[in-house]
Each structure stands twice: as C-alpha cells, then as structure tokens.
C-alpha cells in the first residue's frame, strides 16, 4: 500500500519528502485554508517539493463550466503530477467523465459509501477516497465500507484506485492496509506514529549496550 501525505504545509511536506517512503500529497480546501496562501500559490510549492500524484481539489462547486475551467487551469500547473480532486455529486461526476476522456487524473473525493465508490470507478476515476475518520465520527463503520469498495473493485477489475482519506490513527492505516486499499493519505502528525514502538526503543537501547561491551574486547 502506498502512502500519501494529507497536508498543505509546506515544512511538513518537505520533511515527508526526505522520509523515502511518501509517494504523494493530498489536499482540500480546507487544509489549503490553514496555510494563508491562495491554492495555486499552495500547489506551485508543493509540486518542487514532491514528485508524485498531488491532489488539487476543484472548488466552485455546482457551476460544471466553472469547475471545468478550474480543473484544467489546476492541471495547467504540472501535467505530470497534478490530480484533480471532485466531490462524489452529480456535477463532480460529469466533470469526471470529461477529464478521464481528456487523460486527466481525478480523485473522487469525500466517499462515504460503496455506491458513491461505485459511480466514481463508472465515471472513469483515476483515485476514489473514502473518509474513514468522518464515517467513525457519526458510529458507522469506515472499515466495513473499505472492504465493500476493495471488493467492487476486485469483481469488476476497475482501475481506480482506492485512497483511504480522513485517517485519525495508525490503525485506520494498519486496516486499509490489511483490506486491500491502494494508498492511505495521512496526517504528518500520524505518519510519525507510524515507526514508533516502545519495543524497538526498549531493544535498541540494549542492542547499543552490548555493541560497546562488544566494542571494549576490540581495544
Ligand atoms: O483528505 C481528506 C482529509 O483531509 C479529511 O480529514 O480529519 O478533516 O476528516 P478530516
């Protein structure tokens, strides 16, 4: 499974850059908010910082000619790498069927269900995000809804890929991971979690100790 950074700070995307492990970045509206920038000014940074899929998401939402004109003057930015991201709705869907026509990716964003997933692999999405977090937040089950889209997409053999978004803790990325989701976009502040274990602090402290006693019979 691929992993992705769900952010639109700059700092931390270039940190996550030097990690190794960090195939793209996803933003929204409102991470782009947090940042005090305009979205261009936002996603002319962030593609010198990674190269890889990045997810600019389209805003003046039910105009289809504005959203259009928005969502190629967003891919104008970097053809290689920028992925245009439409909500799950009626317009959202129609400006998907044109942009995969034009081989321009998309990500179908703020998922909550397995039909919405379903209409947006038909619609010739490139990338389909459901919200996990958003889902456990209201008492439904995200993991449930994961692995009903991994399995529409296993019977149908559609290419969208599945990103799993609104990741609030390593176990949303242990269990997209275990069900089978292309990517999990997630939150600096959880990748960091991501390598942490007691154990392995506990073991390499003992590892360091007997290294120097092993070192001392050197001298
Ligand atoms: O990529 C979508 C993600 O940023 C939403 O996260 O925590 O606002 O549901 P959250």
């Avoid at 269900?113 to 008492?139: C, K, W």
Wanted: aromatic share 6%; charged share 20%.
């Amino acid at each position: 499974m691929e992993l992705f950074i769900d952010t639109a700070n700059l700092n931390e995307i270039e940190e996550a850059s030097t990690w190794g492990y960090i195939k793209g970045v996803t933003t929204n509206p409102s991470l782009i908010a947090k940042e005090g920038l305009t979205q261009e000014e936002v996603i002319n940074k962030i593609v010198k910082l990674i190269d890889g899929p990045i997810s600019a998401e389209v805003t003046c939402n039910n105009d289809v000619d504005l959203m259009l004109e928005q969502a190629h003057k967003l891919y104008e930015i970097n053809k290689k790498n920028i992925v245009i991201k439409l909500p799950i709705n009626e317009e959202g869907l129609k400006i998907c069927h044109q942009l995969s026509k034009e081989n321009i990716p998309t990500n179908l964003t703020l998922c909550f269900s397995a039909n919405q997933a379903l209409l947006a692999m038909e619609a010739g999405a490139t990338y389909v995000s459901p919200f996990l977090g958003r889902l456990d937040d209201i008492g439904e089950n995200s993991f449930q809804l994961i692995q009903e889209i991994v399995a529409i997409k296993r019977n149908y053999q559609y290419q969208t890929k599945i990103i799993c978004a609104s990741i609030r803790n390593p176990l949303h990325v242990k269990n997209s991971a275990v069900l089978g989701a292309d990517i999990a976009t997630v939150p600096y502040k959880i990748l960091l979690k991501l390598k942490q274990h007691h154990l392995t602090d506990s073991g390499l402290v003992t590892f360091e100790k007997d290294a120097l006693k092993t070192a001392q019979l050197n001298k």
